[in-house]
């Protein structure tokens, strides 16, 4: 019995890390965007964090369309 319960916990992990494996999509070959001159909706800058969070969110959604068009939808805007 407790064989068969380690062998179903072992089948398990390795599918697992079998499909963590393939959740790369590539996007690390992207250029990394810079960051400098975009504003939020409110005029202040976007933290790291905030920017990196809604470019992935572009580059998931974008599938080769512009990325400033899809930043621009999620309420960034170029500033001066």
Do not use: N, Y
């Amino acid at each position: 019995m407790l064989d068969k319960t380690l062998f179903r916990l072992a089948f398990v992990a390795v599918l697992a890390l079998t499909g963590c494996q393939g959740s790369d999509t590539g996007s690390a070959d992207a250029a990394p965007v810079d960051m400098t001159g975009w504003r939020l909706v409110s005029g202040k800058a976007p933290s790291k964090a905030e920017f990196a969070a809604l470019t992935a969110t572009c580059q998931d959604q974008s599938k080769g369309g512009p990325l400033d068009t899809c930043l621009a939808g999620l309420g960034l805007k170029h500033g001066q």
